[in-house]
């Protein structure tokens, strides 16, 4: 689905990334804990995170994230909307919390990036 | 052996400890470099995981460090040499779970314990070694088709 329909789903504000609403996502993670986002998110993913801090923006610029979706109405800082511009990484936030986030873009086809992490470490 | 290969590419950056709004800046720089140079998305992708870990951990744990960057026929070289308190244990940090995070660290997202062993998922050969009260030396091989 293009990016412009996410945002339709979640009515979300687009903060940065007005020209990349043509952008494809198929798959997202979910996490406040970028541990987790380092060890899990693929690449081409939606980042749904309740975190606005700069090392989100570095996070995602890793991990080639396609988008970030701030949930539960947060807001980024300036300094934050500054990276994410420098980097060209799309930012989008909704009012909806986490769990409504995710449930609206699954019924509408979006997958998690991984459905279980294997053993205990979950990774590769 | 043979006669030794010439690097392709090699370039040395700084971190300071404690600075967390600098964070990032070295593995991002290092993502656009071997973007540049032509490295495939996905080893360019491990190469900025692995020193975006290791960079978190020096500025979370350590004064300052240098990163050298290798780039030679068919490896990418990620060393990060740092002086700073050490680790006492290494077995123990490297247990996915173990961490000494403070609240700082914890807020902005980080000290699940995860980093260490993140980087050798990553790596194909990784190496640490570590002095209490002197400082950590990781080295991290990303093997290029
Ligand atoms: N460069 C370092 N200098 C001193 N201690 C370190 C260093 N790197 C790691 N450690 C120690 O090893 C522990 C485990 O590190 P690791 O990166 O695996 O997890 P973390 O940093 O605690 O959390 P995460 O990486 O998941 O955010 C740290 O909590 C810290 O005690
Ligand atoms: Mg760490």
Do not use: W
Not at chain 2, 9 to 15: G, L, T
Not at chain 2, 35 to 64: F, H, M, Q, T, W
């Amino acid at each position: 689905m293009k990016l412009s329909e996410v945002r339709d789903i979640l009515d979300a504000e687009i903060i940065v990334g007005e020209d990349c609403l043509d952008l494809e996502v198929h798959t997202a993670f979910g996490a406040d804990l970028m541990s987790d986002v380092l060890a899990f998110a693929k690449a081409g993913s939606l980042l749904l995170t309740g975190l606005t801090n700069t090392q989100v923006i570095r996070t995602a610029n890793v991990l080639d994230i396609a988008a970030i979706i701030l949930v539960r109405g947060k807001k980024p800082s300036s300094e934050t909307i500054a990276l994410a511009s420098e980097l060209k990484i799309p930012i989008l936030t909704t009012k909806y919390i986490l769990f409504e986030t995710a449930g609206r873009l699954y019924m509408k086809g979006i997958v998690g990036c991984l459905s279980k992490v294997e053993n205990t470490s979950g990774r590769t | 052996m043979g006669e030794p290969k010439p690097n392709l590419y090699s370039e040395s950056f700084h971190i300071e400890g404690g600075n967390f709004n600098s964070a990032g800046i070295v593995s991002t720089s290092i993502k656009s470099i071997l973007k540049k140079l032509g490295i495939p998305g996905d080893i360019v992708r491990k190469a900025a995981i692995v020193s975006y870990e290791a960079e978190i951990n020096v500025v979370s744990y350590a004064k300052k460090a240098v990163v050298n960057l290798t780039v030679g026929p068919g490896v990418v070289r990620i060393e990060v040499i740092d002086e700073g308190q050490g680790i006492p244990n290494i077995d123990l940090a490297m247990q996915e779970g173990y961490s000494t995070a403070d609240q700082r660290i914890r807020e902005m997202g980080f000290g699940a314990g995860m980093g260490l062993c993140n980087i050798k998922n990553y790596s194909d050969d990784f190496h640490i070694e570590s002095e209490v009260g002197k400082g950590t030396h990781l080295k991290m091989t990303i093997q290029t088709p």
